[in-house]
C-alpha cells in the first residue's frame, strides 16, 4: 500500500502546480491497470466505495417505491422519489428518463418496483451502471441513504483505467488522501494480485496537470 505521507505529497504537488481558478476544482484519481483481461466481466470491477470524508461534491440519490419507503425517503432528504406509476410514465418519456438517469448518481428501489424499473427504466439506467439496488420491506433506508451521500462508483467495464473525483481543492490533503486510501485498498482487494495488478496512480485538479503517486 501507499503510504499516507506519499499521497499527501502528491497531492500537495497537484494542489500547487494547478493554475489558480476563481472556483473551487474537483480533487480526480486516475488508476491504470495491467495483466488483467478485462475481456472476462469476472475480472471487471463494479463497487460503490465509502469515503471517509466524502468527494466535497452533492450526491443525488433517487429512491423508488411506495408506502414506508417513501416516508424515510423524504426525511433522509433525497432528491426523486419515484412511484410505480411515475416509473411507467417516465418510461415513456426517454429524453426525460435519461436526465434523471444521468443526474443521479445512486438508486434505491423497493423489491415490489425492480420489475417495472427494470422494464420501464432499464434501458436508461443499466448502461450507466446505475440499475437501483433493491431495498426488503422493511429495511431501514435512512443509514445506506447517508452512506451513498459519502460514496463514489467505480466501474471499469472492459477499460484498463478509470478516474473518480475523491475531493475539492477546499478539503486538506490529509482528507483527500485517507479517501484516495480507501479507494485504493478497496481496489487492490478486489485484484487477484493485488498492486501487482496496478500500473500506476495519478492525481490532479480538474483543470492542473497530473502527478503520479509513487507506488
Not at 503510504?3 to 486516475?30: C, G, H, N, W, Y
Request: no cysteine; charged share 30%; net charge positive.
Amino acid at each position: 500500500m501507499v503510504e499516507k505521507s506519499v499521497l499527501i505529497d502528491a497531492l500537495k504537488k497537484a494542489k500547487e502546480q494547478a493554475p489558480e481558478r476563481k472556483f473551487t476544482e474537483s480533487v480526480d484519481m486516475t488508476i491504470n491497470l495491467k495483466n488483467i483481461d478485462m475481456s472476462q466481466p469476472k475480472n471487471r470491477i463494479d463497487e460503490i466505495i465509502l469515503l471517509p470524508h466524502g468527494n466535497g461534491r452533492v450526491v443525488k440519490i433517487a429512491v423508488l417505491g411506495s408506502g414506508d419507503i417513501v416516508t424515510q425517503a423524504r426525511e433522509s432528504g433525497v432528491d426523486l422519489i419515484m412511484g410505480p406509476e411515475e416509473i411507467e410514465r417516465l418510461g415513456g418519456a426517454p429524453r426525460e428518463a435519461r436526465k434523471v438517469a444521468s443526474e443521479h448518481q445512486f438508486f434505491l428501489a423497493e423489491t415490489q418496483v425492480m420489475s417495472l424499473v427494470g422494464r420501464w427504466l432499464g434501458p436508461r439506467l443499466g448502461p450507466r451502471g446505475r440499475m437501483p439496488q433493491p431495498i426488503p420491506s422493511g429495511t431501514d433506508i435512512r443509514p445506506i441513504v447517508e452512506r451513498l451521500r459519502k460514496s463514489v462508483k467505480v466501474r471499469t467495464k472492459d477499460k484498463m483505467s478509470f478516474s473518480l473525483k475523491v475531493g475539492t481543492t477546499t478539503m486538506s490533503e490529509e482528507e483527500i488522501a485517507e479517501n484516495v486510501d480507501a479507494v485504493l485498498k478497496r481496489i487492490l482487494s478486489k485484484l487477484e494480485m493485488g498492486d501487482f495488478q496496478v500500473r500506476s496512480v495519478y492525481v490532479k485538479t480538474t483543470m492542473g496537470p497530473s502527478v503520479k503517486v509513487e507506488l
